[in-house]
């Protein structure tokens, strides 16, 4: 990947100038955007520490979604890049972690039996921190937090956000329908929606990969 050098932390009105001149296509901004992230990048994979993945390879896979956050970002909602980057990038952070446990456990296989019409709001129980839990305990909830992650993955970048932000996945703060529509530009309403429709296509997604 690109090889990205940081510089020093944007101050709110820099932040959106520069997002701006990204979005108009503004390559350069784009990867200002970037590098003055990247150490909360660094700061979050520390979060990481002891799970078999080296701080360097967090930080590029954090980098990741740390870029897919800026090309996705929307600096006329009023809140700042990083709140909405935050989840993205522990997103691809947790994706590295959890494929190093899977091989660790050498766990290959995803037929393992999970209860896909369990509680709607406990779905992302599987994702919870594992700091304390043993090797032995890691690799018995390996294959149900790989399927939660897959299954995930899969819905679609709005409705994604919406369950990441509302639950506090990945050690993000929770948020209020309110206060997610108005980082959205729309209404609470549309934001339980959205919702619903997520928690529905997130139980189709685990049928699917039991079946």
Not at 28 to 46: H, Y
Request: hydrophobic residues 40%; charged residues 30%.
């Amino acid at each position: 990947m690109t090889k990205f050098h940081t510089t020093k932390i944007l101050s709110a009105q820099e932040e959106i100038e520069y997002a701006k001149l990204a979005a108009a296509g503004d390559m350069a901004a784009r990867e200002k955007l970037i590098v003055s992230n990247i150490p909360f990048v660094r700061s979050l994979a520390k979060s990481f520490r002891g799970y078999g993945v080296g701080t360097e390879d967090l930080v590029a896979e954090g980098i990741l979604g740390l870029v897919e956050a800026v090309d996705r970002f929307d600096y006329s909602r009023g809140f700042k890049l990083i709140t909405y980057a935050k989840s993205w990038i522990w997103l691809f952070m947790q994706k590295a972690v959890d494929q190093r446990r899977r091989k660790k456990c050498r766990l290959v296989s995803l037929d393992a039996p999970l209860d896909p019409d369990g509680d709607e709001e406990s779905f992302g129980s599987g994702l919870a921190d594992t700091e304390n839990l043993s090797v032995e305990e890691v690799c018995e909830n390996n294959i149900a937090t790989e399927r939660l992650l897959k299954a995930l993955f899969s819905l679609k970048a709005n409705e994604r956000e919406v369950l990441i932000l509302h639950h506090g996945l990945f050690n993000e703060e929770e948020h209020s329908f309110e206060a997610i529509g108005a980082m959205k530009g729309r209404t609470r309403s549309r934001m339980q929606q959205i919702e619903k429709n997520a928690v529905e296509h997130l139980r189709e997604n685990l049928e699917r990969f039991v079946g």
